[in-house]
């Protein structure tokens, strides 16, 4: 099984493939939901609001559950304590 490179970004690390293919099929649903809730979107008797709610919700919601899996790392900033086990990030 191989690891995936970490993304650049601070926090992330690299990743085996059954993670990313986790997050992979995440998506994949949270893309059929969302556009269920744009074919909803278009019925004129439909509370706008509500559904923006419960669409932000849902996004919320899966970004929650894929960190629970890629569970990104706190990191260090230098014009403050640096956080025990934090990666440390360039000046």
Known sequence: MAD???LPV???TSQPD???D??????TLEE???RQLDEIQQNPKIDKRWLAIG??????????INRSV????????????PVPG??????
């Open 4 to 6: 995936h490179q970490a």
């Open 10 to 12: 601070h926090g992330y």
């Open 18 to 20: 059954w993670k990313v």
């Open 22 to 27: 986790l997050v992979n099929t995440n998506k």
């Open 32 to 34: 059929r939901v969302l």
């Open 55 to 64: 669409r932000t919700h849902l996004e919320q919601a899966f970004m929650a």
């Open 70 to 81: 890629f569970q990104p790392q706190r990191v260090s900033v230098v014009e403050q304590s």
């Open 86 to 91: 934090a990666e440390t990030s360039p000046s």
